[in-house]
């Protein structure tokens, strides 16, 4: 039995931030060096897929994987790692949730296709292929994993242990759940319980936003960010900006409305929250003046395209999961 | 004697990569493909959505360079808005951004490029990476790493707000400002950071300039394309990561053109291969040729050396130094590829520099950091330099401010070709007929790519999953109706 | 084989309840289809609900309150309205035809008019078809 821990940490969709976020917890990574054998981390190590295969089931003693599944290598890596690993993490926005990699799920397959070559400026006639899962160039024959139709996130392809939220999530939660982890492998402190989302807190974000708010939150119109100069000391959406905050959990150290910028709720729903777009509906909603179906109408005009707001990171686990029309 | 090699994933890099290595009879190397199996489709989902929401969700292409997506889609936001920004904006964008730039160049130097400098590029794959580079140069060294680039994104997240996946462009200027008291925090920091860049340089020469087997493989080796550069420049042809002209430059030094941000279709095309999702830019006026070298060749490099090829200065004094003592040993402009690594650590003096003069000028901590944007004009177009390239937006909106297309080029993809020439040109020649490759052999293959800093996240484009099929329909000998499958 | 729509329908206790009630009392026939789940004030509705209902196979979606002005608890209905507007884009967003979900306001007295809307509700649906969501997702699976 080796004495320190075995642990990988892979990417699916993914955009790298997540796997930089780990990095971000700055000398806490010289911790983790002391503590763990990195088997396989693409981005700083140099463990190829072979040596993941090698392994015999569960010697991995955590995998933490990161983005999205959007084709079939990310499908069967991530079953690999389930299968060689003892716990399994869904670390970040889109192996916890879809992310926004599963704003595609809002389009499909063919309009992604479609957009980026049969319209596409760029490609000059007799330039204009596909890329293929299996083709043939000069005798040899090469293949690219199969694109779905849909953005999954990670609890909908593998049995999930556990859930670090955020895009990417806070370098002191990243170190918080290392940690709960490594204690519980130990021996030192019981484990979370299976399911649970660790590295955030048991609150919505409004409950830790500095931002000032009243009780009487009524507005007769949105604004787009860029149309007002905003006061930076009140509730963004008592200003008439929308803000994810009070359907999204906390954790995150409200770093986006610190900023001037409002919430697009990367940390997921808020505990007890199913969907968090279908929340949003009821918070927006109720912060309308009107009691007259036009005026209403006229007031949500003022806020277009709700629906990317409201499942900006959570397509794929929304209840619906996808775009079901033509 | 294997008849194919895999290298599966690729490592040390950003995003996933495979590469197929294809021998013949006697071991020799045929043919290598530089695979991207990756996709997400951001140019159409991106559609539909209020434009100025874009600069937050393109960010999420790249978790390694999210500033520079930011940065160019907020130019392209801008353009849509008749580019009506606050002064003050782009100057506090372009401080932002030189902060940006050193930390990631921190992290490609130390994490992803060093090992095989420091540890060896044959050396054990477990100790071959950053953690094995601190153990070896000692906690001092290392705390000194992980300390400089805590502190370039301390000072980015101070400007900005964030350091990582970027929040704080808006149509007309950025949310908010630099105020007294940050500013006196994060001068001390600028100090500290330009010492860094003093002491990059100096570790560069003691571990790679005093070695003479490394020099050989940068100046001798394998790793070099006659091909040609591409990167922004200022109005006196230095490098200008925020803002510029696109300049093109051949490997002999002649400017082949230079184009402003909104002409970028007539100099630029993209090619498609059937076994990678990532498509092949190319010089538009001289047209696919294939991957090939030469002086007609119509492929370019977009990199950290490819723009210090470009450029005939530098924009700032101890960077031109630096400048100068790089292209006294790898020429200039130069096809040593490795030589990125080094035009990597004479960047990161420009920034420096540039981040000490935003410090010293009176007006950096006024609050007139963003206007109101007054029309709505319905097109932009926003060019950077990504840390590994030159890095295109180009967006059009509808009369109420919601995105109705996107077109991307980005850093990594320009040099897709580029990367598949120098990686069949290493292979074949340290691929020895009848000797099975070791791992060592095959990462020094992979340190083809890893000389070009790869952001393969930033590759954003589809796969229909069908055969391409076009079939028309004559009537009468007059084309009656076409239908098309893929194509 | 008819296809036979799966209906919920979310019913206000005081007013719409009552008037599907009375419809029953005066032995009015209309369409089964209608699974009726009681609510005390149509306010109760968190599109969640309507949403979930929708994701675990039902054919559309009936929301009904009292008419604005006559809520038991004054305000209730109007919150329904408000939040109706939104729940409907993002159904849109996601593929789910207009039909298939409606706000109705029933009075407690509108026995005739609450079967009519529900013969009317049930046709429309039917013409649509079984709704896309489970088939679209086991589709997804297929491919996999």
Known sequence: MPEKLQIAIYWGAACGGCDVSVLDTNEFILDVDALCDVRLWPIAVDGKYKDVEAMADGELDVAIMNGAVRNSENEHIAKLLRQKSKIFVAYGSCAYMGGIPSLANLTSRDAIFETLFMANPSIEPGNRTVPLPVSKVGGHQLELPRFYERVYALNQIVDVDYYVPGCPPVPSQCKAAILALVQALTGQAPAPPKGAVVGAFERALCDDCPRTRTQEKKIKRFYRPWEIMQDPDVCLMEQGIFCAGIATRSGCGVRCPKSGIPCRGCYGPAPGVVDQGAKLISAVSSIIDSKDPDEIDRILETLPDFTSFANRYSVATSLLQRSHGQ | ?487 | ?144
């Open chain 3, 1 to 144: 084989m008819t296809f036979e729509p799966k209906i919920v329908g979310f019913l206000c206790n005081w007013c719409s309840y009552t008037g599907a009630d009375l419809a029953g009392t005066s032995r009015i026939h209309y369409a089964p289809n209608l699974r009726i789940i009681r609510v005390m004030c149509s306010a109760r509705i968190d599109p969640t609900f309507v949403i979930k209902a929708l994701a675990e196979g039902a054919d559309g979606v009936l929301i009904a309150g009292c008419h604005p002005g006559d809520c038991h608890y004054s305000e209730g209905n109007y919150k329904t309205m408000r939040r109706y507007p939104l729940l409907k884009k993002l159904l849109r967003d996601y593929g789910i035809e207009e039909e298939r979900v409606r706000l109705e306001w029933v009075s407690a007295s509108e026995g005739h008019l609450f079967a009519d809307l529900v013969n009317e509700m049930t046709e429309q649906v039917r013409a649509l078809g079984p709704s896309p969501v489970k088939s679209g997702l086991a589709l997804d699976m297929a491919e996999r």
């Open chain 2, 1 to 487: 004697m294997s008849k194919k090699i895999t290298i599966d994933p690729i490592t040390r890099l950003e995003g996933h990569g495979k590469i197929e290595i294809f021998l013949d009879d006697q071991g020799a190397v045929t043919d290598t493909f530089f695979q991207i199996p990756e996709l997400r489709g951001f140019e159409r989902f991106v559609v539909g959505r209020p434009i100025e929401e874009l600069p937050r969700i393109v960010t999420r292409i790249c978790g390694v360079c999210p500033a520079s997506h930011h940065m160019a889609s907020a130019k392209a936001v801008d353009g849509c808005f008749g580019n009506e920004v606050a002064p003050l904006a782009h100057k506090l964008r372009d401080m932002y951004y030189h902060a940006h730039f050193i930390h990631s160049h921190i992290a490609h130097f130390y994490a992803l490029a060093a090992p095989d400098f420091v540890m060896g590029p044959d050396a054990d794959p477990a100790v071959r990476n950053i953690l094995g580079v601190v153990h070896k140069v000692g906690l001092e060294i290392g705390g000194a790493v992980i300390g400089a680039r805590g502190k370039a994104q301390e000072i980015q997240r101070i400007i900005g707000g964030r350091n990582n996946q970027d929040i704080w462009c808006l149509p007309g200027g950025v949310a908010k400002g630099l105020k007294q008291d940050e500013l006196e925090q994060i001068a001390p920091w600028v100090d500290e950071l330009y010492d860094f860049t003093q002491f990059s340089l100096q570790l560069f020469r003691d571990i790679v300039l005093a070695n003479e087997a490394y020099v050989d493989i940068i100046v001798n080796g394998p790793y070099t394309l006659d091909v040609h550069n591409m990167g922004l420049v200022d109005e006196n042809n230095a490098p200008n990561f925020y803002h510029g002209k696109v300049r093109v430059v051949d490997y002999e030094g002649n400017e082949i053109c230079k184009y402003e941000q909104h002409e970028y279709r007539d100099y630029v095309a993209e090619h498609i291969e059937p076994w990678s999702y990532l498509k092949f830019p190319y010089l538009k006026q001289r047209g696919w040729k294939g991957y090939v070298e030469g002086i007609d060749s119509s492929l370019y490099c977009a990199t950290p050396l490819a723009r210090l090829n470009v450029a005939d200065r530098m924009a700032t004094p101890k960077a031109q130094e630096a400048f100068e003592e790089m292209c006294s040993v790898i020429g200039h402009p130069s096809k040593l590829l490795l030589g990125n690594h080094w035009a990597r650590l004479v960047e990161m003096v420009q920034n420096a520099e540039m981040l000490k003069q935003y410090c010293a000028d009176p007006e950096i901590t006024s609050d007139e950091f963003r206007v109101i944007p007054q029309q709505i004009t319905g097109e932009g177009f926003g060019i950077v330099e990504a840390m590994r390239g030159t890095l295109t937006h180009h967006y059009t909106c509808d009369e109420n401010a919601i995105c109705t297309s996107a077109n991307l080029i980005v850093g990594t993809t320009n040099n897709n070709a580029p990367i598949q020439m120098v990686t069949k040109k290493v292979a074949q020649t340290l691929i020895q007929p009848g000797k099975e490759p070791d791992q060592g052999i095959l990462n020094m293959v992979e340190m083809a790519f890893r000389a070009f800093d790869p952001c393969y996240s930033c590759a954003t484009h589809s796969l229909p999953g069908e055969m391409p099929l076009q079939v028309s329909i004559f009537k009468g000998g007059e084309p009656y109706r076409e239908f098309r499958r893929c194509c």
